[in-house]
């Protein structure tokens, strides 16, 4: 069982940053991790993944370029760092683990894939 709990949701105007944290309660290393978010009225969407091991991350077409996830294992700790935010990015964002076997190095995109998610954090951007 992984426990995840996200921070550094915030307000932040339009061309602003913000880096968003997931903390596992347990070792990350045998998980692959993901962020989604939901805003309003619409479904959970993907948002980007990376591999267990850190070596390769996927990221939907409306972030790439702006955002960048990465890990570190020996923290327990993935993070999202948003670039060049727009308004369109206001959500609530979810981190979720997917336990991946150790001789695999898939990286899920699917919600529905995702054994464990965490509360979510608030982001939201101002025009």
């Known amino acids: 069982q992984v426990q995840l709990v996200e921070s550094g949701g915030g307000l932040v105007q339009a061309g602003g940053s913000l880096r968003l944290s997931c903390a596992a309660s347990g070792r990350t290393s045998s998980y692959a991790m993901g962020w989604f978010r939901q805003a309003p009225g619409r479904e959970r969407e993907f948002v980007a993944a990376i591999s267990r091991r850190g070596d390769l991350t996927y990221y939907a077409d409306s972030v790439k370029g702006r955002f960048t996830t990465s890990r570190d294992n020996l923290k327990n700790t993935v993070y999202l760092q948003m670039n060049s935010l727009k308004p369109e990015d206001t959500a609530v964002y979810y981190c979720?683990?997917?336990?991946?076997?150790?001789?695999?190095?898939?990286?899920?995109?699917?919600?529905?894939?995702?054994?464990?998610w965490g509360q979510g954090t608030q982001v939201t951007v101002s025009s």
């Open positions: 979720a683990a997917k336990w991946i076997n150790y001789l695999s190095n898939s990286v899920p995109q699917g919600a529905n894939q995702y054994d464990y």
